[in-house]
């Protein structure tokens, strides 16, 4: 069974930085693509960013130049540093692990960008 647990979400204001980090149960984080979404109230979920097995990155046009995703498989964790925030990045974020089999979900962790 793979779980995923995410933390570092919080209030912060306008221009500020938060880390996101999901961290993985199991043994197959190595060989998955991690992903984040948001979903903001009233929205579709909608990825952020994405990191596949071999480190090849792609992030939504309104994140790129700000948001970073990273992973370190000695640790089954994935992160979303997020810089620069805005009021417009205010949304649940999910962690996502997806491979040919698995396809899981976190919880959830709420970030609100407000002064």
């Known amino acids: 069974q793979v779980q995923l647990v995410e933390s570092g979400g919080g209030l912060v204001q306008p221009g500020g930085s938060l880390r996101l980090s999901c961290a993985a149960s199991?043994?197959?984080?190595?060989?998955?693509?991690m992903g984040w979404y948001c979903q903001a109230p009233g929205k579709q979920r909608e990825l952020v960013a994405r990191i596949t097995s071999g480190g090849i990155t792609n992030y939504a046009d309104s994140v790129k130049g700000r948001f970073i995703i990273s992973r370190d498989n000695a640790k089954n964790t994935v992160y979303l540093e997020m810089n620069s925030l805005k009021p417009e990045d205010t949304a649940v974020y999910y962690c996502?692990?997806?491979?040919?089999?698995?396809?899981?979900w976190g919880q959830g962790t709420q970030v609100t960008v407000s002064s």
């Open positions: 996502n692990l997806r491979t040919v089999v698995w396809n899981r």
């Open positions: 199991g043994s197959i984080f190595s060989v998955a693509t």
